[in-house]
């Protein structure tokens, strides 16, 4: 158990893990976009930036980057409900293959409403990738490609996850208990 600003937590899913899992679902889009030139990979800031980097680099074909922000957390531990698209994404994907890469769903809520801005421009495909799925925590359903880990209801900190900003740059996965 460690401490920091008050908030004590546990490693649930390891640095070593984190990488084993990490081949896994590279191997499962490689095989899915075998022949496929650029797909275009599509990150959620700000969690989801650190699975995409280390994920695009075991992708085997030529990938492009893009990055939409859209936040319902506000700081906090449960989502709002509110889905805001604080940044929208920098080029068009009309008559793309994109995938978009989450680190966490949860309730859903998020990416579901991005999904359906996503559809709305037209894309060749649109599949989504998540690190961690809570399935249990499901409000709106979504239809997901590749899964990297199931949990439990559980809030969780790191490799991009973030509690009020905080615990980001952890290299695993740690459950929080928020004082
Ligand atoms: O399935 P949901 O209940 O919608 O939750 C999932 C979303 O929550 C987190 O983002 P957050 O809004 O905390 O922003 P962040 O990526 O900047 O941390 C996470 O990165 C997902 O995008
Ligand atoms: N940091 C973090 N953000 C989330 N957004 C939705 N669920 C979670 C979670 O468990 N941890």
Redesign the pocket.
């Known amino acids: 158990m460690s401490k920091f600003n008050e908030v004590t937590y546990e490693v649930m899913i390891s640095e070593q893990e984190i990488g084993e899992t990490l081949d896994t679902l590279a191997a499962e889009i490689n095989s899915e976009y075998a022949g496929v030139d650029n797909l275009l990979l599509v990150g959620l800031l700000k ?1 989801s930036v650190v699975v995409m980097t280390d994920l695009a680099r075991r992708l085997s074909g030529d990938v492009h980057f893009d990055f939409m922000t859209a936040s319902s ?1 506000h700081g906090g ?1 449960e ?1 709002t409900g509110d889905v805001k698209i604080v940044m929208d994404l920098a080029n068009s994907i009309r008559g793309r293959h994109v995938l978009l890469v989450e ?2 769903i ?2 859903g809520r998020t990416l579901s409403k991005v999904r359906e801005l996503l559809l709305s421009r037209g894309p060749a495909s649109l599949k989504i990738c998540t690190f ?1 799925d ?1 399935p249990s ?1 499901r409000v709106v359903e979504v239809p997901v490609d590749f899964v990297g880990r199931e949990i439990e209801d ?4 790191g490799y991009g ?3 009020a900003e905080s ?1 980001r740059q952890l290299p695993y996965i740690a459950k929080v208990n928020p004082a």
């Open positions: 969690g957390y531990t989502s680190d966490i949860d309730t961690l809570k925590r559980e809030f969780v900190v996850l973030d509690y615990f």
